[in-house]
């Protein structure tokens, strides 16, 4: 198993009889990721980067026969920070440069939106390699079918609205 640094926690790793360029298009068209250029933040051999979404990275790490080894976790910045956070150095960031790097100023809420991303991430990847959308859809009851005879209208229940009076409206100064 690959470990990043931000250790065993924010890394999941999945096994699937898929080429990467097929889950990119998939987390692309179907999980709003955006398709990266497989470069490799942790180093050659660590995972290349096939798709990104907010903070989370999907990689692929190896392919074996019909089968790639995929995996999702924290990009590298996110990283960095969650290892700070997690070996006591939470103090070398101050407020505005994790507001920079993330969109949030405390500690407790950029571990929270890590944590919500990652999951959601990990939860699109499983799906995607399913097939299945972001989403399901809702079944749609079918609509009745009416196979009777159309009912008839009396000639006197739709009226013509020409020559009716119009009335002007009045507007006080």
Not at 14 to 20: G, T, Y
Not at 78 to 106: P, R
């Amino acid at each position: 198993m690959i470990l990043y640094h931000a250790g065993p926690s924010w890394v999941h790793v999945a096994e699937a009889a898929l080429a990467r360029t097929e889950l990119a298009k998939r987390l692309c068209d179907l999980h709003g990721f955006t398709q990266c250029m497989l470069y490799e933040p942790f180093g050659r051999d660590r995972g290349a980067v096939i798709a990104k979404r907010e903070h989370m990275l999907v990689m692929a790490i190896a392919t074996d026969g019909g089968n790639t080894w995929f995996s999702v976790a924290p990009s590298k910045e996110m990283q960095d920070l969650i290892w700070s956070f997690s070996n006591g150095f939470a103090g070398q960031w101050s407020a505005l440069e994790l507001k920079a790097i993330t969109g949030l100023d405390d500690w407790r809420a950029l571990l929270e939106m890590a944590a919500s991303q990652f999951s959601a991430a990990v939860r699109s990847v499983e799906r995607a390699i399913a097939g299945q959308p972001e989403q399901d859809m809702p079944e749609v009851p079918e609509l009745p079918v009416f196979e009777g005879e159309a009912m008839e209208v009396p000639a006197d229940y739709l009226h013509s609205f020409t020559g009716a009076e119009v009335a002007e409206c009045a507007h006080s100064n």
